[in-house]
């Protein structure tokens, strides 16, 4: 079945800091992949949408400046939190889409990244 | 927008009983409802999904109901086994644009030996 890696799995790191978190799709090529936002005990929260070689779209609310989606290739989505605080700590999920344009393709999800900021 | 809503949020169940999860629709425009399952700490997986143009879909031990009229679907589970354990989430799209999921509030499914 369709494989999303994601990297790295769990990030601690200090207040202020960057963080880059990658998404691949290993066996296909992802047109669309989308970038989740999910809290202990809730549900998976879209953050933005990400298409090769355009820009992302951003959810209402979700600060632009502050997570920074890149989507260079058909296989490589990456998510940066700039200037990370104790309030970004959460656990981040991608997903990627195949590129069938006219009909629902399912999204195949990542395995997370758990990110702890002190 | 689509809103989606999901019951129950927990359930428990005997080892080798069904178990039964339903989710509403408001978007009549929908097409298409995957069902996922994650477990603690990992990412959600694709465990079934149907399509508007069918009523009922069957993988082995799982099934999936939809009643586009009502707007709601169902995840069915026969023969719950331990490792059905997990947090069950449904989803909702439709063929227009990204084909952004939303999705229901989850189930925390636990089954009891």
């Known amino acids: 079945g369709a494989v999303v890696s994601q990297h790295p799995s769990w990030v601690i790191c200090k207040s202020g800091t960057s963080v880059k978190i990658e998404c691949r799709s290993l066996?296909?090529?992802?047109?669309?992949m989308f970038w989740y936002r999910q809290f202990p005990k809730q549900s998976l929260m879209l953050m933005a949408t990400?298409?090769?070689?355009?820009?992302?779209?951003?959810e209402q609310g979700v600060e632009k400046d502050k997570f920074l989606i890149n989507h260079a290739s058909l296989t490589l989505s990456t998510l940066t939190v700039t200037s990370a605080h104790p309030e970004d700590s959460s656990f981040y999920i991608c997903?990627?889409?195949?590129?069938?344009?006219?009909?629902?393709?399912?999204?195949?999800f990542g395995d997370g990244t758990r990110l702890s900021i002190l | 927008g689509e809103n989606v809503e999901q019951h129950p949020s927990t359930l428990s169940v005997q080892e080798g009983d069904s178990a039964v999860i339903k989710c509403t629709y408001s978007?009549?425009?929908?097409?298409?409802f995957p069902w996922y399952k994650q477990e603690l700490g990992k990412g959600p997986q694709l465990i079934i999904d149907?399509?508007?143009?069918?009523g009922e879909k069957k993988d082995q031990r799982i099934a999936v109901t939809l009643n586009k009229t009502a707007k709601h679907f169902s995840l069915h589970i026969t023969e719950t086994q331990p490792e059905d354990s997990a947090v069950y989430f449904c989803?909702?799209?439709?063929?227009?644009?990204?084909?952004?999921?939303?999705f229901g509030q989850g189930t925390r499914l636990t089954i009891n030996p």
């Open positions: 997903s990627a889409r195949g590129q069938e344009r006219f009909s629902n393709q399912p999204q195949h």
């Open positions: 066996d296909f090529q992802a047109t669309t």
């Open positions: 990400s298409n090769e070689g355009s820009k992302a779209t951003y």
């Open positions: 978007d009549s425009a929908s097409n298409y």
């Open positions: 149907i399509r508007s143009n069918v």
């Open positions: 989803a909702a799209s439709k063929n227009a644009g990204a084909q952004k999921l939303v």
